[in-house]
């Protein structure tokens, strides 16, 4: 019997970085991240190509050893993680053309094996095979050989196998690229069951802005190896100064304004110029706006706080 | 449960699943049919050529060298490319992401690479019996001394393959490190003409390899006594041959797990990312 996989203490977080530092040859990819992800927490990290996010995930996947910081998942550092820990952890990975003789059904067999002696009464390990291919909607194609499944088909196999050991902290790297719409909302729902019902810890890295604030309890920007910012997606886009735009015409010529609170400013609007204000839009700032400025403003190097840009046209 | 060798028994069940897999994969089944054909054939068109002073025909004094040389280089090009293609399509990182993963996924390579020998075996030995007279020469004892050697020499051998496996850059040096190296061994080893028509720093030379003692003990189990004289020293030289398969052997189990440690410890998403990108590059 393994040892008893329930010994992080209640309350801990699951995932807790402290300084963490990367650095190849004189490129310094990661220059300082901080990040917290608590149990049973789906966060989502955000950011530009070459940010690092897949450097910092294969970090906490314990399969990249950090230059320096203080890194702890599920109690312990990832590079010293045994094969207790790795039983607890699950990582979903982009396969490409593996076992392609072999069956889906098969594989999961086979890889859910690993997981038998590290299961326990309340957590029992690995999930039953029928299960799981019914959940990531494979069963259709279960007997089929790999080498012959579509895109999604083998992303939702990754996904299987990533879940097999029913992780108690499932790392996903760009989990839906690839999907179609349909295949994308069955992964969401799964996502949600895996976080509700298991209690599963989930850190996800996208760059589906829509999927970010449909899953996450809690988005990280990653820019430039640090993160510029933590908070649901409600509060990030509250971040930025003008969060919302008024766009209309006047007189046959157009305008557009950036401003916090766009009540009053329309009010005030048709005070001034009445019946002249035609093709009125308010529109409030998504995420997507708000990632944009706060990259555009980071990349850049500026440190203020971030604004939606004012023009007149 | 002991994981550890629960890990074992996983890993020989998934060598098992490769080995039925290959079985039926109309690919592998044309690589053990190429393989059967071209030594039959060789065998053939030199089925009436005598050896030099011995009255024995060559297919006799030929077969058992191939035998030799093709179980080293089916157990060391074979694993060496599968360890190589395996770490660039993810296969090893999704072991090494299971807890005793790697534990598993080695043993499963070992059993799959040693059952793989037997098709091999069979397709290049059932004919043979067929279509030359005198092949074995020595009976029960002969083929005692073949399943010895075969161990021994896969014991040897097979470690050799999961190192060039594990530290060539990429697949397609496989070919420069594993190939080349091998069938320049096979050629210097005394298996298509003995080994005394060489110069004497090259018969030192492959006397240092396996592939020479696994074609000599070979050649111990199919030939008559009276062919020894072929031999160097005239000797089947049968101590000598078990010291150094086992003193490979014993290199093998020292130096292979630290290889492959170092190697599954470089494994991660981005370079499996990497490889996949050079491959469409490749392919361009």
Same mark, same amino acid.
């Given at each position: 019997?393994?040892?008893?996989?329930?010994?992080?203490?209640?309350?801990?977080?699951?995932?807790?970085?402290?300084?963490?530092?990367?650095?190849?040859?004189?490129?310094?990819?990661?220059?300082?991240?901080?990040?917290?992800?608590?149990?049973?927490?789906?966060?989502?990290?955000?950011?530009?190509?070459?940010?690092?996010?897949?450097?910092?995930?294969?970090? %906490?996947?314990?399969?990249?050893?950090?230059?320096?910081?203080?890194?702890?998942?599920?109690?312990?550092?990832?590079? =010293?993680?045994?094969?207790?820990?790795?039983?607890?952890?699950?990582?979903?990975?982009?396969?490409?053309?593996?076992?392609?003789?072999?069956?889906?059904?098969?594989?999961?067999?086979? %890889?859910?094996? +690993?997981?038998?002696? +590290?299961?326990?009464?309340?957590?029992?390990?690995?999930?039953?095979?029928?299960?799981?291919?019914?959940?990531?909607?494979?069963?259709?194609?279960?007997?089929?050989?790999?080498?012959?499944?579509?895109?999604?088909?083998?992303?939702?196999?990754?996904?299987?196998?990533?879940?097999?050991?029913?992780?108690?902290?499932?790392?996903?790297?760009?989990?839906?690229?690839?999907?179609?719409?349909?295949?994308?909302?069955?992964?969401?729902?799964?996502?949600?069951?895996?976080?509700?019902?298991?209690?599963?810890?989930?850190?996800?890295?996208?760059?589906?802005?829509?999927?970010?604030?449909?899953?996450?309890?809690?988005?990280?920007?990653?820019?430039?190896?640090?993160?510029?910012?933590?908070?649901?997606?409600?509060?990030?886009?509250?971040?930025?100064?003008?969060?919302?735009?008024?766009?209309?015409?006047?007189?046959?010529?157009?305008?557009?304004?950036?401003? $916090?609170?766009?009540?009053?400013?329309?009010?005030?609007?048709?005070?001034?110029?009445?019946?002249?204000?035609?093709?009125?839009?308010?529109?409030?700032?998504?995420?997507?706006?708000? +990632?944009?400025?706060?990259?555009?403003?980071?990349?850049?190097?500026?440190?203020?706080?971030?604004?939606?840009?004012?023009?007149?046209? | 449960?002991?994981?550890?060798?629960?890990?074992?028994?996983?890993?020989?069940?998934?060598?098992?699943?490769?080995?039925?897999?290959?079985?039926?994969?109309?690919?592998?089944?044309?690589?053990?049919?190429?393989?059967?054909?071209?030594?039959?054939?060789?065998?053939?068109?030199?089925?009436?050529? =005598? %050896? =030099?002073?011995?009255?024995?025909?060559?297919?006799?004094?030929?077969?058992?060298?191939?035998?030799?040389?093709?179980?080293?280089?089916?157990?060391?090009?074979?694993? $060496?490319?599968?360890?190589?293609?395996?770490? =660039?399509?993810?296969?090893?990182?999704?072991?090494? $992401?299971?807890?005793?993963?790697?534990?598993?996924?080695?043993?499963?390579?070992?059993?799959?690479?040693?059952?793989?020998?037997?098709?091999?075996?069979?397709?290049?030995?059932?004919?043979?019996?067929?279509?030359?007279?005198?092949?074995?020469?020595?009976?029960?004892?002969?083929?005692?001394?073949?399943?010895?050697?075969?161990?021994?020499?896969?014991?040897?051998?097979?470690?050799?393959?999961?190192?060039?496996?594990?530290?060539?850059?990429?697949? @397609?040096?496989?070919?420069?490190?594993?190939?080349?190296?091998? /069938?320049?061994?096979?050629? /210097?080893?005394?298996?298509?003409?003995?080994?005394?028509?060489?110069?004497?720093?090259?018969?030192?030379?492959?006397?240092?390899?396996?592939?020479?003692?696994?074609?000599?003990?070979?050649?111990?189990?199919?030939?008559?006594?009276?062919?020894?004289?072929?031999?160097?020293?005239?000797?089947?030289?049968?101590?000598?041959?078990?010291?150094?398969?086992?003193?490979?052997?014993?290199?093998?189990?020292?130096?292979?797990?630290?290889?492959?440690?170092?190697?599954?410890?470089?494994?991660?998403?981005?370079?499996?990312?990497?490889?996949?990108?050079? $491959?469409? @590059?490749?392919?361009?």
């Amino acid at each position: 019997m393994g040892p008893d996989p329930e010994h992080s203490a209640a309350g801990e977080p699951a995932i807790s970085v402290r300084g963490l530092q990367m650095t190849y040859g004189e490129h310094a990819v990661l220059t300082g991240v901080d990040l917290d992800v608590h149990a049973g927490e789906v966060v989502c990290l955000l950011g530009p190509n070459g940010a690092g996010k897949t450097t910092t995930i294969e970090i %906490l996947e314990g399969f990249r050893l950090p230059s320096a910081g203080e890194v702890r998942v599920l109690g312990e550092n990832p590079a =010293e993680g045994g094969d207790a820990w790795r039983a607890r952890v699950g990582v979903v990975l982009q396969s490409w053309r593996d076992h392609a003789r072999w069956t889906p059904r098969r594989l999961l067999e086979q %890889l859910g094996g +690993y997981f038998t002696p +590290y299961a326990t009464a309340d957590r029992p390990r690995p999930y039953e095979v029928d299960w799981l291919l019914r959940t990531v909607g494979l069963t259709e194609n279960a007997d089929r050989k790999i080498g012959t499944l579509s895109g999604g088909q083998r992303r939702r196999l990754d996904v299987a196998v990533g879940i097999i050991g029913r992780p108690e902290m499932l790392f996903l790297d760009e989990p839906t690229a690839g999907l179609d719409p349909q295949a994308r909302r069955d992964f969401h729902d799964l996502v949600h069951r895996l976080a509700d019902l298991e209690g599963t810890s989930i850190l996800l890295t996208t760059h589906d802005l829509a999927e970010a604030e449909r899953l996450a309890d809690r988005i990280l920007i990653l820019v430039n190896g640090r993160i510029v910012a933590d908070g649901s997606a409600d509060a990030l886009t509250r971040q930025v100064a003008g969060s919302a735009e008024v766009r209309w015409a006047c007189d046959g010529e157009r305008f557009v304004h950036a401003t $916090a609170d766009p009540t009053p400013f329309v009010r005030e609007l048709f005070r001034q110029h009445g019946d002249r204000v035609t093709d009125l839009e308010v529109r409030r700032a998504n995420l997507e706006d708000t +990632y944009i400025a706060m990259v555009q403003r980071f990349e850049s190097g500026d440190r203020t706080a971030p604004q939606l840009a004012e023009v007149s046209r | 449960m002991n994981p550890t060798r629960h890990a074992v028994s996983l890993g020989l069940r998934r060598g098992w699943t490769e080995f039925v897999l290959s079985l039926r994969s109309p690919q592998d089944q044309g690589f053990y049919l190429f393989m059967g054909v071209g030594t039959l054939a060789y065998l053939w068109f030199n089925r009436d050529t =005598e %050896l =030099e002073g011995t009255g024995l025909l060559l297919p006799t004094f030929a077969l058992p060298s191939i035998l030799g040389a093709l179980i080293a280089f089916g157990v060391v090009i074979g694993p $060496a490319y599968a360890l190589a293609m395996e770490r =660039e399509d993810g296969t090893l990182l999704r072991h090494k $992401a299971l807890p005793h993963g790697m534990q598993g996924y080695v043993t499963g390579q070992l059993l799959y690479h040693s059952l793989g020998l037997l098709p091999l075996l069979l397709v290049i030995l059932v004919p043979s019996f067929l279509l030359f007279d005198d092949v074995m020469s020595n009976g029960a004892a002969g083929w005692a001394t073949v399943a010895w050697v075969l161990v021994l020499g896969l014991l040897a051998t097979l470690p050799l393959g999961m190192i060039i496996g594990s530290v060539v850059p990429s697949v @397609q040096k496989v070919g420069t490190w594993g190939m080349l190296p091998i /069938i320049t061994l096979s050629a /210097i080893s005394g298996i298509f003409f003995p080994i005394q028509a060489m110069w004497g720093w090259l018969q030192a030379v492959a006397q240092v390899f396996p592939i020479y003692w696994i074609g000599l003990g070979m050649r111990s189990a199919f030939l008559p006594d009276a062919a020894v004289t072929v031999e160097l020293g005239d000797s089947w030289r049968t101590g000598t041959t078990v010291l150094v398969l086992a003193a490979w052997a014993v290199f093998g189990m020292l130096v292979t797990p630290r290889v492959l440690r170092r190697m599954a410890r470089r494994q991660s998403g981005s370079q499996v990312q990497q490889a996949k990108e050079a $491959a469409l @590059q490749w392919v361009r």
